[in-house]
């Protein structure tokens, strides 16, 4: 039987993938605070990958998988051409299965490849990068963090140095450090969808236009209901649970911790300065305003 070109050449490419395939020599599980993966173990099928698992605790999780071809120094997004035991509404079990269809997925695989599963239940996400975890909440058709980001990079810090503050307030990054500091599917929110939150808050698009001040009390209904200065908690009926971090200047000293609290957005003022809000204490209004991109603000990542 004659093979064509174009034959000899698909069929060198899967005995290719094959023993790329056949380089694949770990899976990587992550424990995580309330539930467990264990017993992760893969097979090769053909072009496919077996992935089993075992999920402990009760309850309905969000399950993604995701593959690092450098020993877990990078992973990327999560794996797309998946199915089984994968997505969203997973139940807790055991041998559950993930099959992987390599070749649909990637032109090419190579190197010291590792498996990273992560089950996150209803309203936690939880970072592939370093496990921790994060409340989210859907403000109007958005899907934000309720959470500070605390993702740890160069040019971040902890208010005053101190681990603990970081543990409750988040880091705070200069602007060019929160561009790429959200995990993958989430991203640093830009001018527009901080006005889309805003007004999706009760903002009118004239107010949400505006600099400094705007609109009423939709800061009231983002600012968390303790630990801001004198009594000026909000509500929090947003759900957005906006915390008092304070800030960093660029000389490196830090202020306002307890006083208000900042978030970068990812839009350009000009070549120096970069649009950010800010909320206060001792006011119901959300700020908007433009700051030194050396400034140190917290970060709150927005779903793609």
């Given at each position: 039987m004659m093979i064509g070109k174009h034959g000899i050449l698909n069929r060198l490419l899967i005995m290719r993938r094959k023993i790329l395939l056949a380089t694949l020599y770990t899976c990587f599980a992550v424990v995580l605070n309330a539930q467990k993966i264990s017993n992760v173990h893969f097979e090769q099928d053909g072009k496919k990958i077996d992935i089993y698992f075992d999920l402990e605790s009760a309850g309905n999780y969000d399950v993604n998988i995701f593959c690092s071809e450098d020993s877990g120094?990078?992973?990327?997004?999560?794996?797309?051409?998946?199915?089984?035991?994968?997505g969203k509404n997973q139940k807790d079990g055991t041998n559950k299965l993930i099959i992987w269809d390599v070749?649909?997925?990637?032109?090419?695989l190579s190197g010291n490849i590792e498996f990273k599963i992560v089950a996150s239940l209803k309203n936690?996400?939880?970072?592939?990068?370093?496990?921790?975890?994060?409340?989210?909440?859907?403000?109007?058709?958005?899907?934000?963090?309720?959470?500070?980001?605390?993702?740890?990079?160069?040019?971040?810090?902890?208010?005053d140095y101190y681990g603990s503050n970081?543990?409750?307030?988040?880091?705070?990054?200069?602007?060019?450090?929160?561009?790429?500091?959200?995990p993958p599917s989430w991203?640093?929110?830009?001018?527009?969808?901080?006005?889309?939150?805003?007004?999706?808050?009760?903002m009118i698009q004239s107010e949400a236009n505006k600099d400094n001040g705007r609109g009423k009390d939709e800061g009231k209904t983002m600012k968390s209901t303790s630990?801001?200065?004198?009594?000026?908690?909000?509500?929090?009926?947003?759900?957005?649970?906006?915390?008092s971090g304070g800030y960093r200047s660029g000389s490196g000293s830090f202020s306002s911790l307890g006083n208000g609290g900042g978030w970068w957005s990812s839009s350009e003022r000009s070549g120096a300065h970069a649009w950010y809000r800010r909320l206060y204490y001792n006011r119901g209004q959300v700020r908007r305003y433009n700051s030194r991109k050396t400034y140190g603000y917290s970060v709150r990542c927005l779903k793609n």
């Open positions: 120094k990078s992973w990327g997004n999560a794996l797309v051409y998946v199915t089984g035991d994968v070749l649909k997925e990637r032109e090419k936690i996400f939880t970072d592939p990068r370093d496990g921790q975890t994060y409340k989210t909440v859907v403000i109007g058709s958005q899907t934000w963090f309720a959470q500070n980001l605390t993702y740890k990079t160069s040019n971040s810090w902890c208010y970081c543990d409750i307030y988040g880091r705070l990054y200069t602007w060019n450090a929160a561009k790429t500091a959200c991203h640093l929110p830009s001018d527009d969808e901080w006005k889309q939150l805003e007004m999706s808050l009760g630990g801001w200065y004198n009594n000026g908690n909000g509500t929090n009926s947003s759900g957005f649970n906006a915390l």
